[in-house]
């Protein structure tokens, strides 16, 4: 969502939250996370991050070791998990199988205390929100649905009582690729016709890119970067991200020069390539450069300042696309990917090219420790 830096007043608040379950190892580390009213964040990771953790506490089945997270404010420490009018959706689905579809979506609401003729309209209400609108469907079995209507019946579920709050943890990991695309864009279009708050945990980075406003990438308990996912692709921080979000070619560096965000680099072989550093590097330090396989242009025009001769190594034809791997500045593993157009002529292995790029389009980053 546009204007976060504007909004003053978090939903949802972390403050120097540290987990750790014997004392010694931390899983969540000193985490300072806003989370605003209304917005689709997802928190993504490899397994072991902190990601899961960290929904945990503020669901309410975990307690921070120490920290603060608060809720429009207010300290959620002594807030049960029943009362925090959270919505939960979980990879399994966790309904019940001796209940109908119907009796499992308005189970919150019968222990709450609604009547069953209210929560019967408030449930057939939320199945038509994620178009199951079979006059039938209440009134089923969990097992008789496919893996894709178990899911919309859970997120029924927690829709049903109109939660200030929904909590994602790896809710599409069950499903095949086909539908776990579809239910990435109807959940996404779910939650801006709601506007209701969204956290995702995945560890899928095509699905946090595609759904969330916000992307909070982790790494051992701690948050390397977060930001739209325009600009976690674009603009990565720190060669973790790089890596971990899209595909990326690093050439390992040594700094140069920096003049402003510019930064010069002699890679490897002693080549010289330039881009743009989001922290100021000082000559003689190693770094790193990245550059998207999309960004790469064979036969560059002179508005590209790093231009290489490369020897094609291998050659991948995928329809839409031809993807290289080339021999370029000593390095044999870098890819390019480049569009398939009718009727010209194709790549040969051991073929002799130019390549490059701008230097806006690669970035140099620090070499982590």
């Not at 003729?117 to 969990?142: C, F, H, I, N, T």
């Not at 956290?199 to 739209?228: N, P, W």
Request: with cysteine; hydrophobic share 40%.
């Amino acid at each position: 969502m546009p204007g976060y830096d504007n909004v003053k007043d978090p939903l949802i608040k972390f403050h120097k939250v540290n987990k750790t379950y014997d004392g010694k190892t931390f899983v969540v580390i000193d985490l300072c996370l806003e989370i605003y009213r209304g917005e689709f964040l997802a928190l993504l990771g490899a397994s072991g991050s902190g990601k899961s953790t960290i929904l945990g506490m503020l669901a309410g089945f975990e307690h921070p070791s120490s920290g603060s997270i608060t809720l429009g404010g207010k300290s959620l420490e002594d807030t049960p998990t029943h009362k925090r009018k959270f919505g939960m959706v979980f990879q399994n689905y966790s309904l019940f199988p001796h209940m109908s579809v119907m009796e499992n979506i308005i189970f919150p609401l019968r222990m709450q205390g609604m009547s069953r003729a209210d929560a019967y309209k408030l449930g057939q209400s939320a199945l038509e929100l994620v178009d199951l609108r079979d006059p039938g469907m209440g009134k089923r079995r969990p097992d008789q649905l496919s893996g894709g209507q178990q899911q919309r019946i859970a997120l029924a579920r927690a829709l049903v009582f109109e939660p200030l709050v929904i909590l994602f943890d790896e809710p599409l990991g069950a499903l095949d690729k086909r539908l776990r695309e579809q239910m990435q864009l109807e959940l996404r279009q779910l939650h801006k016709r709601l506007g209701v708050t969204m956290i995702f945990v995945t560890h899928d980075q095509s699905e946090a890119l595609t759904m969330a406003d916000r992307v909070a990438v982790f790494d051992k308990g701690r948050i390397q970067q977060i930001a739209s996912p325009m600009q976690l692709y674009d603009e990565p921080e720190t060669a973790f991200v790089a890596s971990f979000v899209g595909e990326n070619n690093k050439f390992e560096a040594k700094v140069v020069r920096s003049q402003g965000e510019i930064c010069e680099v002699a890679l490897c072989d002693g080549t010289k390539a330039e881009g743009v550093s989001p922290s100021r590097l000082l000559p003689g330090a190693g770094a790193v450069l990245v550059v998207r396989p999309e960004r790469i242009v064979v036969s560059p025009t002179d508005d590209c300042s790093n231009r290489y001769e490369a020897r094609i190594k291998e050659v991948i034809e995928l329809g839409d696309q031809t993807r290289l791997r080339l021999d370029i500045a000593g390095d044999n593993e870098v890819l390019v990917k480049v569009p398939r157009i009718s009727g010209e002529p194709g790549y040969q292995i051991g073929q002799e090219l130019v390549v490059g790029w701008k230097a806006k389009d690669c970035r140099i980053l620090g070499m982590e420790q």
